[in-house]
């Protein structure tokens, strides 16, 4: 008897094991199941031929026709963008940008201990950056990659988090050839909107090739030196002018973020305005 029943409770037991490592393992089941049922839309969509709901069908039917080129491809990013969630926990993030009424999301979030979380498939769009213009793409949602790091906005951000970024970074610059000044912050895209990432280490990214910086020594920039016109060819909107000084000292100046450019800041703009022309 005593011997049954240790079998029946070690049985019971790994029933129970088996049980919470099917809910662990499920524990996102009915999300991924409706973002695989969305992909598999898309992909439909994709491979309709012809393709159904192009802009070509307005036109007059016997001025139509489909003949499939042999030369196109994926989406292919050319910027990536860094965000901080603003949020206590990468759970809490996840949890955000499994909510459909939220309507946000990104293709990666990094956790504080480097853990890194993919959500969105890189050759589709993920809704992170919003509303915002950086140069002339007013779409910066189609044209780049996403990134998360898990922060609420008032921490250092932790060496392993910065560890598993880099090491990101540098598969997304190789894979997609993206430039090294296309490495930017959502403050950069949204001034005013946004501020995040706040208080980066941008300096040490740069170093690694992923976003410029400014030279230990800075060269006076000529009398006439237009700072409105420099802010435009880093890639600012300067539609207001102010929001658009505060990005520029959010990511390059960091110690003052005010809406006026010091002689110092004029300094640094200079320097890297010759950059990025």
């Known amino acids: 008897m005593i011997q049954t029943f240790q079998i029946k409770s070690a049985g019971l037991m790994m029933g129970a094991l088996f049980f919470m490592a099917s809910c662990s393992t499920n524990k996102y089941a009915a999300t991924n199941k409706i973002y695989k049922d969305q992909a598999t839309g898309?992909?439909?969509?994709?491979?309709?031929?012809?393709p159904v709901k192009q802009s070509k069908e307005t036109l007059d039917p016997t001025m139509q026709d489909w003949i499939g080129s042999v030369n196109f491809g994926m989406r292919r990013p050319n910027f990536v963008i860094l965000h901080h969630t603003a949020q206590d926990s990468l759970n809490q993030t996840v949890k955000t940008f499994l909510n459909k009424k939220a309507e946000v999301s990104a293709h990666y979030v990094i956790g504080r201990d480097g853990k890194v979380v993919q959500m969105v498939n890189e050759y589709l769009r993920s809704n992170h950056a919003g509303v915002g213009k950086w140069g002339n793409d007013?779409?910066?949602?189609?044209?780049?990659?996403?990134?998360?790091?898990?922060?609420?906005?008032?921490?250092?951000?932790?060496?392993?988090?910065?560890?598993?970024?880099v090491t990101l970074l540098g598969v997304l610059k190789k894979k997609y050839n993206i430039p090294a000044a296309n490495f930017i912050g959502h403050s950069d895209v949204a001034p005013r909107r946004?501020?995040?990432?706040?208080?980066?280490?941008w300096k040490v990214l740069a170093k690694k090739g992923f976003g410029l910086w400014y030279d230990e020594v800075l060269k006076m920039p000529p009398v006439d030196f237009n700072t409105e016109?420099?802010?435009?060819?880093?890639?600012?909107?300067?539609?207001?002018v102010s929001s658009a000084i505060v990005a520029f000292k959010i990511h390059f100046?960091?110690?003052?973020?005010?809406?006026?450019?010091?002689?110092?800041?004029?300094?640094?703009?200079?320097?890297?305005?010759?950059k990025y022309l």
Request: aromatic share 8%; hydrophobic share 40%; net charge negative.
């Open 42 to 50: 898309f992909a439909e969509i994709i491979k309709s031929t012809p």
């Open 229 to 240: 016109l420099a802010l435009r060819a880093i890639g600012y909107n300067v539609t207001n």
């Open 138 to 165: 007013t779409d910066l949602n189609s044209s780049s990659i996403g990134i998360e790091l898990d922060n609420n906005g008032k921490e250092k951000f932790a060496d392993a988090q910065i560890n598993s970024l």
């Open 194 to 201: 946004k501020v995040d990432p706040l208080n980066f280490p």
């Open 253 to 274: 100046v960091q110690t003052d973020i005010t809406p006026v450019l010091t002689p110092a800041d004029k300094l640094i703009l200079f320097n890297l305005y010759t």
